[in-house]
């Protein structure tokens, strides 16, 4: 019940921001210069056209019309007709959106493995060899911008040595799973560094915690502490982390996404940009904006599952 | 406190800082050649004696293009920093010394533009004002000065109600007197450490963008402009974007290393 | 009665930036079955370091470099990891100082209890011991404190749900750090009351290692007072009260505070413990020493029996004439 309410509040606080978020968005629309219909329709146009457009996209309207309008299509989630899809928005949002989530889930698979891996060997090794070695890998991971490693990684496994697709989505999952697996790599790289060393962190403090001595002197196993204790507290410690960086990923897909030519939201964020397709951009930005808070609260409230000290207030 | 000896990494990041500081600064020093002449009688060529990263389509020297970029990325890491930083500093200094609606006016924007992905603002904001060097630099800005801001309010907050404060207020002060030279010394460190790997986060982004075709455009060279041109070529000419990536890389650990060597001698302060 | 642990000439060393601290010192002594010794002294003289020492557990820049631990004439010291994990709990248990931070944060109460019960017993089996063992140390919701996480119990609660743990496996012998240090002053008593009736019931024997001599003098058989790393006096509980030898330990006895003393004037020991990184040359303790003389300086006093079953690490074997 107490989890119920919490849940309750938290979606009530979201009205507000989302209401912002609305007023942002339109306003930065309406901030652009010159005519969105005549930008929209490119240098041949008809005055007769240019109206029809003006009185289709509502822009006749006074602004605070044109923002009810607006607000209504937001609630509604009835976004209208791309201009230059010609198709709902809602509808291209949800075809692209089966990419980006795709990606977006093997690149977290791909993270957790990395990361986890990584930073438990470097925090629990007593060599200091090694995890400076791994320290080491983690900052240059951190700078290779994610772009250049998926153009590289795209020529030497997809082109010279023809292993993997060099981009696009296939037509069938198992495709579509390949498809996945360097972008996949070249996203995880920059999220993998940081939590191998958020890790290591954690387990170096967590390694001298009473908790785990007094587990030793109960006579447990080796591998029992480890599981149990060490390591049920190191995720606890990073989950925030890794699924605030998970929300980054699927809502900054559009590098990766532009790099391996997947059709995904983030390629059809930069279509409706160089094609100046407000609707689309407006639309999907606030589409966007209520992924990223709906995924924020689903994340305080599995925090909460995994973390019993946090009640839900 | 003893004093600590400059560590090994912390060095060598130097070293390697300063020698790109010196592309920024000087180009000529370090190559003869232009980084716009075309010589269409080298196109695409591999890496050599006369051009040692290679050429592109138009025949540039990919090594004249690197050096002469440096000046771009680097100020784009450093100044997108710089506005953030100072913006984001007083920000979240003004709102946790004033505490109650200025706070609260602060946590509220936060709030929103957390709803937001850096990229995608920054991306959205580069759409809204159209794509080139200066608008690029308003949205890395407008986007970044909130991780700054979120830093500087939490240390002031556990700073505010310190003796000192009490005293300078008791002794008359002004506010902004205390503020900029009692609270700020003492909660400028975090912020400071975060600087210097923004920077790199800020050429990060920087690059990305002109990847993308929305930052730098075209004859100006920039690395990330550099990598993304070398893509319609990569079967042919892989050297034009490997090169820009790895110098792109490489200022990045330096940065990082100078950040962590700096870190570690104030923390031994 | 048998000896239980036999520790002789330990000498543990910690690492700190390749600097040896000692500490631990060539500390022996023995503690016979059933019985209740007393390891005091002030913080860092290398009490929970011989503690820690004896279950294997020293954090990770501490070693044991020289001398044997006896478990039941078999040398913890030499084991082997396997080995050490069949002692720890079954054999030795070990309680800490810290209730806040000594129970894990994220499992519940009752898998901390049962992970320690044989591997044979079934589930339901484990569930009910778990019961037990909790009511035993006087939780009365048992049932319902299973299934609690630990931040939601008292300090105090926490102590209690540590020492069932502790018990879970029946250990012979119970190392007990600073169980009460943490705790309120009205709690504490609690604790100790406890402790002593479960080592009564369950026929342990159990070392107990505190800063507080009123605790020890209630609870203890023999006591051995450690300094620098040191035993600087070790008797029976009475011979110590009543007849201090060594000036340090007449030092703690003057420095506490008691009803029957009431009015007098408390002394305290004057200055710090030393560096135990560049130890001071004879007596560790001659610095602080009302009575010290030229020899104090110079050599180091050996572990001597003043009377039977009474030692003391002093040049004057009780009184010294008169002060310096």
Known sequence: MKEFNYIIKRILQMIPALLVITVIIFAGMRLIPGDPAITMLGTHYSDAAAEGLRHKLGLDQPLFFQYLLFLKQVLTFDFGNSITMNAPVWDLFKQKAVVTLTLTLVTAIFTIIISFIFGYAAGMSRHPLISKTIDSIALVMLSIPEFWIGIQLMLIFGLNLKLLPVGGWGSTWPEHIRSMILPAISGAMGTSALMIRNIEEEITKIKKQDYVDFAYSKGLKKGVVRNRYILKNVMVSTVTLLSMRVIGMFAGSVVIETVFALPGLGSLLMQGIMARDYTLVQSLVYIFAVIVLVMNLLTDISYSFLNPRIRLE | MKKKKISISFLAGGVVLLIILGMAVVPQAFTSQSPISQDMSALLQAPSSAHWFGTDELGRDIFARVVYGTRIDLAIGVFAMLVSAITGTLLGLVAAYYGKTVDACLMRVLDVMTAFPFIILVIAIVAIMGSGIRNMFIAIWLVGWKDYAKLVRSEVLSEKNIEYVAAAKTLGYSNLRIMLRHILPNVIDGAFVYAISDIMMCMLVGASLSFLGLGVSAPTPEWGAIISGGRTFITRAWWISVFPGIVLAVTGVAISLVGKGTADMMKGR | MDEILKVSNLKTVFYDNSREVHAVNDVSFSIREGETFGLIGESGCGKSATCRSIIGLLKENGKITEGEILYKGKNLVKMSRKELEKIRGHEIGMI?????????????????????????????????????????????????????????????????????????????????????????????????????????????????????????????DRIAVMYAGKIVEMSDVHALFLNPCHPYTRGLLESIPTISKKGSRLIPIEGMPPNLKKLPEGCAFAPRCRFCRSICLQQEPQLQEVETGHFSRCHFRGEPEGEK
Do not use: W
Request: neutral net charge.
């Open chain 3, 96 to 220: 800490f100082q810290e209730p806040m931070t000594t129970l894990n944060p994220v499992v519940k109460i009752e898998t901390q209890i049962t992970e320690c019960l044989p591997k044979t017993m079934s589930r339901a089996d484990k569930k009910k011991r778990a019961e037990e063992l909790l009511k035993m140390v006087g939780i009365a919701d048992a049932g319902q404190r299973l299934s609690a996480y630990s931040y939601e119990l008292s300090g105090g609660m926490r102590q209690r749900v540590m020492i069932a743990i502790a018990l879970a496996a029946g250990p012979r012998l119970l190392l007990a750090d600073e169980p009460t240090t943490a705790l309120d002053v009205t709690i504490q008593d609690q604790i100790l009351k406890l402790l002593m009736d479960l080592k009564q019931e369950l026929k342990m024997s159990m070392i107990l290692v505190t800063h507080d001599l009123g605790v020890a003098s209630q609870t203890c």
